[in-house]
């Protein structure tokens, strides 16, 4: 086998592994460069959506910071039938280039990695699957997260996601364990919607 098929083979392993077993804090490592894959609730789809659009404005105290939502759909449609997400903040007039977000897996607000305190800068994540009636977010279920941007380049937003809720967990709503991990792994190029 040449050389170069090793090699790929040799940095594909990882990735493989990461999409069969999730880590335990997927907000440490930077996401694996690979097409971006997604099981909402353990139903996979590779996104034919991916949209960046502001999500609004937010004051804490005297700060002002402004929300973003990054989108992950199965189709472009209303209502997707599969959806991802995650909404992000920054600082009022900050561009979102070159930043990392993370969520932590612990539950209290305080620990989590924040611009001020008590505002986490990841607002918030969730996961549907519309036929399935399965949805996942974050004031169900526990997960970590690491997203970084790149540099936009016109209307196109690049970018790097690794977003864990692993299975096992209950809510207020469902005392069954969950079956499945639910993930978004890998790279995206993201269309900025234009406010």
């Known amino acids: 086998m040449p050389a170069r098929l090793i090699a790929v083979a040799v ?12 880590p335990a804090d997927c907000s440490k490592a930077p996401a694996p460069r690979q097409p971006l894959e997604i099981s909402a609730g353990g139903t996979k789809f590779a996104p034919k959506s991916v949209k960046l659009t502001r999500a609004g404005d937010m004051k804490s105290g005297d700060e002002e910071f402004e929300m973003f939502r990054v989108t992950f759909e199965s189709e472009q449609a209303f209502n997707a039938p599969l959806e991802a997400g995650v909404t992000v903040l920054v600082r009022k007039g900050q561009a979102l280039d070159g930043k990392i977000f993370r969520k932590l897996p612990v539950k209290e607000t305080a620990k989590q990695p924040a611009p001020t305190p008590g505002t986490p800068e990841v607002q918030g994540w ?17 997960a970590s997260l690491r997203l970084e941007f790149g540099k936009r380049q016109g209307d196109t937003m690049p970018g790097n996601i690794t977003l864990c809720v692993p ?5 207020m709503f469902d005392k069954t364990p969950s079956k499945e991990d639910s993930y978004a792994i890998g790279t995206f190029q993201a269309r900025v919607a234009k406010n």
């Open 11 to 22: 940095l594909a392993l990882p990735v493989l592994a990461l999409a069969q077993k999730l």
């Open 126 to 142: 969730s996961f549907k699957n519309r036929p399935a009636e399965f949805d996942s977010n974050h004031a169900l279920h526990m």
């Open 167 to 171: 299975k096992g967990q209950k809510t």
